[in-house]
């Protein structure tokens, strides 16, 4: 890198100007003493990608990646010959782009930000999972489970038939748990871990009790809460919500992308603080 030339990194997506993911790596860098670093939220839709990084210059030391781009990285990753960490295939998708000797080298901090996410708040084997959505974070949480000791994983979906990859992907874990769907609410068995990955107008609060869950895993952080949160919190719940596992995955990938460590805590710290200013001026 050049003397004075701004190390950059981003969060692309679409939809992503909502993303908490600037505000949790600039804390890191202010946290860290990296005044030359900087991190910024690009709009990239689906199928663009390729071109987007044939684009980057120099500068640009790592991107972090939300939807829809976290399994068109692992095609694109595939046919450029780029390093990929074991768990981007496991996954089914990558979530980080590490520039590295001059290459790109592709992660997925997703299922191990899951897993520590869960244990800060959860120290009980969660042995049945069920999982409501069949997305790539249904995929990346039910297999951060399976790493936890999770022998049943079931999936709660609208089509059992688009949710073939990430049953696939979860049946693919090394502890060969019992993977099954179900398109009725009705139909769900007891677990001790309920995790949720629908928009919070597509959730429904009956499955705190319907579930037995003694967990919940909310992937969303806003709105928050969420009508099963609220639910999970009424009846005594222990609740990990989307900022949990987005801290715990973003302090994964400020390590690789900068090299240096920096505690949860700070960008925790910094998600709570905006997101209160968010509510803020939704009020005013």
Not at 7 to 19: F, I, M, W
Not at 110 to 116: F, I, R, S, V
Request: proline fraction near 7%; charge should be negative; include cysteine.
């Amino acid at each position: 890198m050049r003397p004075g030339v701004t190390t950059r990194c981003a969060v692309l997506g679409d939809p992503v100007e909502h993303s908490l993911s600037p505000v949790l790596h600039r804390a890191a860098y202010d946290a860290l003493g990296l005044p030359d670093w900087s991190y910024d939220a690009v709009r990239v839709p689906g199928g663009t990608l390729a071109g987007f990084l044939d684009g980057l210059d120099e500068s640009w030391r790592g991107l972090s990646l939300t939807m829809p781009l976290k399994r068109e990285l692992l095609a694109l990753a595939g046919e450029r010959g780029w390093e990929c960490h074991p768990r981007v295939h496991a996954a089914g998708g990558a979530n980080t782009l590490v520039r590295a000797g001059g290459a790109w080298r592709a992660d997925n901090t997703d299922p191990p930000g899951a897993a520590a996410a869960v244990r800060e708040r959860y120290d009980a084997p969660p042995a049945r999972v069920l999982v409501v959505g069949g997305g790539a974070t249904a995929a990346s949480v039910g297999l951060a489970l399976c790493d936890l000791g999770a022998t049943r994983v079931e999936l709660l979906v609208r089509s059992v038939e688009r949710a073939e990859e990430t049953l696939a992907t979860i049946r693919r874990h090394d502890s060969a748990p019992e993977v099954l769907a179900v398109e009725s609410a009705d139909r769900v068995s007891p677990a001790d871990v309920l995790v949720s990955t629908v928009p919070a107008d597509a959730q429904d609060p009956a499955l705190i009790d319907r579930s037995g869950a003694a967990l919940l895993f909310e992937a969303l952080y806003d709105p928050w809460p969420t009508p099963l949160a609220a639910a999970a919190q009424r009846g005594g719940l222990a609740v990990v919500s989307g900022l949990d596992l987005l801290v715990h995955q973003a302090v994964l990938q400020v390590a690789q992308m900068t090299g240096s460590s920096v505690p949860v805590a700070v960008l925790r710290d910094a998600g709570e603080r905006a997101l209160l200013e968010r509510a803020g001026r939704a009020r005013s």
